[in-house]
């Protein structure tokens, strides 16, 4: 092995690289070499790979066949250390980067590219001035690393740098393996649950009954797709309503909420996943959606265009393993909870997280007379800032028993409503107050927030217009912030795990799906089995790395299957 090497992808496919001493400068001479490819593959004992971004040169690397065990993603690294110097928002180019430490004018971020099914690499395309020499890029690594000793906790900033490094690896051999999926049966489900398509690509026949009769319940012509007009009609009707989410519908009485709601749920799957999307994503049996590590401000992960991170349970039928081969779909167990244990260091809450049964059924005989939901209700209020009405009370009883885990979520609170900035466990950082990103993840409840497909009764969804000046709606964010956040930095070192322990064993076995707490293996069926421990063993592994010696499991509730709708 010989350490670290740093690499750059020049226009017309070569490359300079270096290796790399402890203190990120060079330690011989750089080298140019006419193919990428080569260069890379011609060193197979590189423990690290220094690069600038990720998303740019892997995806030409995977394509020549050629896989690396580490990198160092600098565009990645920018990003978080930028937030940690309470830079939110900057701009986080290598080039952005290097024109900082000489004081220079900082060019802005290229546009960000829309999402082309198919589409190759963009690495040779132009960059809008973003070149920069490659004695830059060291310059930037080198000063990446002072920075990260200079964070709060060094040690624990360089492992999620490394984390994010490794999740955008595992995001790009995603994109190339892609999710098995079944054409046929996606154009039978949606035959089936939307009905024939008309000529002329008109709406479906279910869709257009349904339409008819939101029109007739209103005794006039109306288009359910257009919330303004579904509102007039209701006020003509003498009802007022202020929104046409399904929560403010059902309160109503009027013959046109059910087939309005009916509607709503079928123009969202004709829309978000019908045979358009079928059309431009899915080729050759394959959903390839370009994944977006770190996409939003929590870490979450999010997809440049296709909805991966949301499709719904009825299409799920269409995502089929290959012949011979298995799907092992892992979701991990009340993992916010648990990562909520772990990083507030609460004895009880650590003993009632260290068993691998329902957390929820242990907290209740533990704090609530066996009363299961009011369990959930009250750890999942401390988490999202539900302290109103009976979550008051289930909060004073939570509090009561596990005192440190409620005050380390109040003490975020109490900072975001300061205008202070809060961390993840290991450093990630809250956008400042007047931060764009607190648009994302509020920590609001389900029945304030707009439908959208994928959202499960009682969750916790985005809001738009959040008000960044509302001290009680930020504290609700930085309270759900370093839980959640927390939460992505444990599953990316659970991907990393993952990655390199399906990797030693030599099998064939594939990651081809990741949306916060799941994973989906695609492996022959002889390799589930050992699948299946390695995704256990990867969860044990990455809560040790992140959090360090707790009694604290993440255990998974797994499942081996042909096909993912036979999951759940």
Same mark, same amino acid.
């Given at each position: 092995?010989?350490?670290?090497?740093?690499?750059? &992808?020049?226009?017309?496919?070569?490359?300079?690289?270096?290796?790399?001493?402890?203190?990120?400068?060079?330690?011989?001479?750089?080298?140019?070499?006419?193919?990428?490819?080569?260069?890379?593959?011609?060193?197979?004992?590189?423990?690290?790979?220094?690069?600038?971004?990720?998303?740019?040169?892997?995806?030409?690397?995977?394509?020549?066949?050629?896989?690396?065990?580490?990198?160092?993603? !600098?565009?990645?690294?920018?990003?978080?250390?930028?937030?940690?110097?309470?830079?939110?928002?900057?701009?986080?180019?290598?080039?952005?980067?290097?024109?900082?430490?000489?004081?220079?004018?900082?060019?802005?971020?290229?546009?960000?590219?829309?999402?082309?099914?198919?589409?190759?690499?963009?690495?040779?395309?132009?960059?809008?001035?973003?070149?920069?020499?490659?004695?830059?890029?060291?310059?930037?690594?080198?000063?990446?690393?002072?920075?990260?000793?200079?964070?709060?906790?060094?040690?624990?900033?360089?492992?999620?740098?490394?984390?994010?490094?490794?999740?955008?690896?595992?995001?790009?051999?995603?994109?190339?393996?892609?999710?098995?999926?079944?054409?046929?049966?996606?154009?039978?489900?949606?035959?089936?649950?939307?009905?024939?398509?008309?000529?002329?690509?008109?709406?479906?026949?279910?869709?257009?009954?349904?339409?008819?009769?939101?029109?007739?319940?209103?005794?006039?012509?109306?288009?359910?797709?257009?919330?303004?007009?579904?509102?007039?009609?209701?006020?003509?009707?003498?009802?007022?309503?202020?929104?046409?989410?399904?929560?403010?519908?059902?309160?109503?009485?009027?013959?046109?909420?059910?087939?309005?709601?009916?509607?709503?749920?079928?123009? %969202?799957?004709?829309?978000?996943?019908?045979?358009?999307?079928?059309?431009?994503?899915?080729?050759?049996?394959?959903?390839?959606?370009?994944?977006?590590?770190?996409?939003?401000?929590?870490?979450?992960?999010?997809?440049?265009?296709?909805?991966?991170?949301? !499709?719904?349970?009825?299409?799920?039928?269409?995502?089929?393993?290959?012949?011979?081969?298995?799907?092992?779909?892992?979701?991990?167990?009340?993992?916010?909870?648990?990562?909520?244990?772990?990083?507030?260091?609460?004895?009880?809450?650590?003993?009632?997280?260290?068993?691998?049964?329902?957390?929820?059924?242990?907290?209740?005989? %533990?704090?609530?007379?066996?009363?299961?939901?009011?369990?959930?209700?009250?750890?999942?209020?401390?988490?999202?800032?539900?302290?109103?009405?009976?979550?008051?009370?289930?909060?004073?009883?939570?509090?009561?028993?596990?005192?440190?885990?409620?005050?380390?979520?109040?003490?975020?609170?109490?900072?975001?409503?300061?205008?202070?900035?809060?961390?993840?466990?290991?450093?990630?950082?809250?956008?400042?107050?007047?931060?764009?990103?607190?648009?994302?993840?509020?920590? !609001?409840?389900?029945?304030? +927030?707009?439908?959208?497909?994928?959202?499960?009764?009682?969750?916790?969804?985005?809001?738009?217009?959040?008000?960044?000046?509302? &001290?009680?709606?930020?504290?609700?964010?930085? %309270?759900?912030?370093?839980?959640?956040?927390?939460?992505?930095?444990?599953?990316?070192?659970?991907?990393?795990?993952?990655?390199?322990?399906?990797?030693?064993? %030599?099998?064939?076995?594939?990651?081809?799906?990741?949306?916060?707490?799941?994973?989906?293996?695609?492996?022959?069926?002889?390799?589930?089995?050992?699948?299946?421990?390695?995704?256990?063993?990867?969860?044990?592994? +990455?809560?040790?790395?992140?959090?360090?010696?707790?009694?604290?499991?993440?255990?998974?509730?797994?499942?081996?299957?042909?096909?993912?709708?036979?999951?759940?």
């Amino acid at each position: 092995m010989t350490g670290r090497w740093a690499l750059d &992808a020049r226009e017309g496919g070569g490359a300079q690289l270096v290796p790399l001493g402890p203190d990120g400068l060079p330690a011989g001479p750089v080298l140019t070499e006419p193919d990428l490819v080569e260069a890379v593959r011609s060193r197979p004992g590189v423990l690290r790979w220094v690069w600038r971004s990720t998303a740019a040169v892997y995806p030409v690397l995977l394509a020549a066949g050629v896989r690396v065990e580490r990198c160092y993603d !600098i565009e990645c690294a920018e990003l978080l250390l930028l937030g940690h110097e309470g830079r939110f928002g900057e701009p986080r180019s290598a080039a952005a980067a290097w024109a900082r430490l000489r004081d220079a004018p900082v060019p802005p971020d290229p546009p960000p590219r829309s999402a082309e099914p198919g589409a190759q690499s963009a690495l040779f395309e132009p960059q809008s001035g973003q070149d920069l020499p490659f004695e830059a890029l060291l310059e930037v690594y080198a000063g990446q690393l002072r920075r990260h000793g200079r964070t709060e906790h060094p040690d624990r900033m360089r492992l999620l740098t490394a984390a994010e490094s490794a999740g955008a690896l595992v995001a790009a051999e995603m994109n190339r393996a892609g999710l098995p999926w079944r054409a046929d049966v996606h154009r039978e489900v949606l035959d089936e649950v939307l009905g024939e398509r008309y000529a002329g690509g008109g709406e479906p026949r279910k869709l257009a009954e349904a339409a008819k009769e939101v029109s007739a319940a209103f005794g006039r012509r109306v288009r359910p797709e257009l919330p303004a007009d579904v509102v007039k009609a209701f006020a003509q009707a003498g009802i007022r309503v202020r929104s046409t989410r399904r929560w403010e519908l059902e309160r109503l009485g009027h013959p046109a909420v059910e087939p309005l709601i009916r509607y709503k749920k079928l123009y %969202r799957l004709w829309t978000a996943h019908g045979w358009g999307w079928l059309s431009d994503w899915v080729r050759g049996g394959r959903f390839r959606p370009e994944y977006q590590p770190g996409g939003a401000v929590s870490g979450r992960w999010t997809t440049n265009g296709g909805g991966a991170l949301q !499709i719904p349970k009825v299409i799920r039928r269409a995502v089929v393993a290959d012949e011979g081969w298995r799907l092992v779909v892992a979701d991990a167990d009340q993992m916010e909870p648990r990562v909520l244990a772990a990083i507030s260091r609460d004895p009880g809450l650590m003993e009632v997280a260290g068993h691998e049964g329902d957390l929820y059924t242990a907290l209740s005989d %533990r704090a609530f007379h066996g009363d299961r939901d009011h369990a959930k209700l009250a750890l999942l209020g401390a988490v999202y800032g539900q302290t109103s009405g009976d979550g008051l009370k289930n909060l004073a009883a939570l509090r009561r028993r596990f005192p440190r885990a409620v005050a380390y979520v109040d003490d975020a609170a109490k900072a975001g409503e300061e205008g202070r900035l809060v961390r993840t466990w290991l450093g990630r950082t809250s956008p400042p107050a007047a931060g764009a990103g607190e648009q994302e993840e509020a920590g !609001i409840p389900q029945e304030s +927030a707009p439908d959208a497909p994928g959202e499960g009764a009682g969750g916790y969804g985005y809001v738009p217009g959040y008000a960044s000046s509302d &001290a009680r709606a930020r504290g609700r964010f930085t %309270r759900n912030f370093v839980v959640q956040g927390s939460a992505a930095d444990w599953a990316l070192l659970l991907l990393a795990a993952l990655r390199q322990a399906l990797a030693a064993g %030599r099998m064939r076995a594939e990651l081809v799906f990741f949306q916060h707490d799941e994973v989906i293996v695609h492996c022959p069926a002889g390799e589930a089995a050992a699948v299946v421990e390695a995704i256990r063993a990867a969860g044990e592994l +990455a809560g040790r790395t992140a959090f360090g010696d707790t009694p604290v499991r993440f255990p998974f509730t797994t499942a081996v299957v042909e096909r993912y709708s036979d999951a759940k």
